[in-house]
């Protein structure tokens, strides 16, 4: 497996060393989908996909066991192929869809409140984010997270050391 797609893999909170291309192949389903549909949702500049999409995002997000995208993954490829299917999301990916789910619904209420501005910057950061999961393999709501993380783990150790 390319080191790349161990990266991407990893990124996301799965630490497993034996990770395989089934796993990064199961993982790149929901950046598709969302690119897919995020695409879609622009060209036609429906609030209502954006709404419907961040609905899916938040849910997968807040009740990572009834992910709607894993589900879909366990079972359209994962059962028929007999492969195993994926648990629930650990904390990085869960952050990146909460994150991409706020967006999402920030685009929808722009759409419906006429901020068409607003709309348009947040469409193109949407779409450029899920491009750049789909295409290079790199997670910017997860690498928040990671920052972020490191930032408090940080801050608590020198709040400790004083």
Same mark, same amino acid.
């Given at each position: 497996m390319r080191n790349s797609k161990d990266q991407f893999?990893?990124?996301?909170?799965?630490?497993d060393p034996h990770a395989d291309d089934r796993l990064y192949s199961a993982?790149?389903?929901?950046?598709r989908m969302v690119c897919g549909v995020t695409v879609m949702a622009v060209l036609l500049q429906s609030p209502w996909l954006f709404l419907a999409l961040s609905g899916a995002l938040g849910w997968s997000a807040l009740v990572p066991t009834r992910s709607l995208f894993d589900a879909v993954y366990?079972?359209?490829? &994962?059962?028929p192929r007999g492969l195993a299917? @994926? *648990? %629930?999301?650990? &904390?990085?990916?869960?952050?990146?869809?909460? @994150? *991409? %789910?706020?967006?999402?619904l920030a685009i929808g209420v722009a759409l419906l409140t006429g901020a068409s501005s607003t709309a348009w910057v947040l469409e193109a950061l949407a779409t450029f984010a899920a491009?750049?999961?789909?295409l290079g393999r790199s997670c910017a709501g997860a690498d928040l997270y990671e920052v972020l993380r490191r930032s408090a783990a940080s801050r608590a150790q020198r709040r400790t050391a004083q």
């Open positions: 893999i990893r990124s996301l909170g799965y630490l993982l790149m389903l929901q950046p366990n079972s359209v490829v &994962a059962r299917p @994926l *648990a %629930a999301a650990p &904390a990085p990916r869960r952050f990146a869809g909460g @994150l *991409a %789910a706020t967006v999402t491009a750049a999961v789909v």
